[in-house]
């Protein structure tokens, strides 16, 4: 059964950092490249980056470029996206999601269960 | 960026209804469109690829149709389980966008 398991919820101070992981199982790491998603409380889906775990390309949003990274490591099967520098505009859940790695954007075919991050002082 | 807009944003139909929600891209998308269905608490499912193609396990009464730059995604017959937001997205090209999604009550 593949599925993709993501890190547990955040609480975080106006400024602060946040590292969200997401552990990929039941299929072959490398094949798939992962998106973030997130969203905002009754809000809808934004797409934040995407990672290539097989060729180590990302690509990122133009609003968040510069304050988010998304990492791989392919021994763990675990994507990891960080977000910096963090506003209550950053409350929301955070996806990941499986894509096909075809080096340019895909539909979403399996995603985790979702990790909520608030941003409060 | 190419924009989707969808329409209704939130609709009530009785069960055994059938329903329409669309998608409008900006520029042409040519069939590169999925749908997804979220329901509350939980992440969202893909329903459909390549603007008709039902993921596997999908129930048939969802269909999907359209190319360029207006979609369709049918519910042929609506029943209690399908209560949930429905999301469109267009990709094959960076970034990735949704629409705003539809939200469906029952009746």
């Known amino acids: 059964q593949f599925q993709l398991v993501q890190s547990g919820a955040e609480v975080k101070k106006p400024g602060a950092s946040v590292k969200v992981s997401c552990k990929a199982s039941?299929?072959?790491?490398?094949?798939?490249?992962i998106s973030w998603i997130r969203q905002a409380p009754g809000q809808g889906l934004e797409w934040m980056g995407w990672?290539?775990?097989?060729?180590?390309?990302?690509n990122y949003a133009e609003n968040v470029q510069g304050r988010v990274t998304v990492t791989a490591d392919t021994s763990t099967s675990t994507v990891y996206l960080e977000v910096r520098s963090l506003t209550s505009d950053d409350t929301a859940v955070y996806y990941c999601?499986?894509?096909?790695?075809?080096?340019?954007?895909?539909?979403?075919?399996?995603w985790g269960q979702g990790t909520l991050v608030i941003v409060s002082s | 960026d190419i924009q989707m807009t969808q329409s209704p944003s939130s609709l009530s139909a009785s069960v055994g209804d059938r329903v329409t929600i669309t998608c409008r891209a900006t520029?042409?998308?040519?069939?590169?469109l999925a749908w997804y269905q979220q329901k509350p608490g939980k992440a969202p499912k893909l329903l459909i690829y390549?603007?008709?193609t039902l993921q596997s396990g999908v129930p048939s009464r969802f269909s999907g149709s359209g190319s360029g730059t207006d979609f369709t995604l049918t519910i042929s017959s609506l029943q209690p389980e399908d209560v949930a937001t429905y999301y469109c997205?267009?990709?094959?090209?960076?970034?990735?966008?949704f629409g705003q999604g539809t939200k469906v009550e029952i009746k």
């Open positions: 990672i290539s775990p097989k060729y180590d390309y990302t």
């Open positions: 997205q267009r990709y094959h090209s960076a970034p990735p966008t």
């Open positions: 390549a603007a008709s």
């Open positions: 999601a499986r894509e096909l790695d075809t080096r340019h954007p895909n539909y979403f075919d399996l």
């Open positions: 039941g299929y072959t790491f490398t094949n798939y490249g």
């Open positions: 520029h042409d998308i040519r069939s590169s």
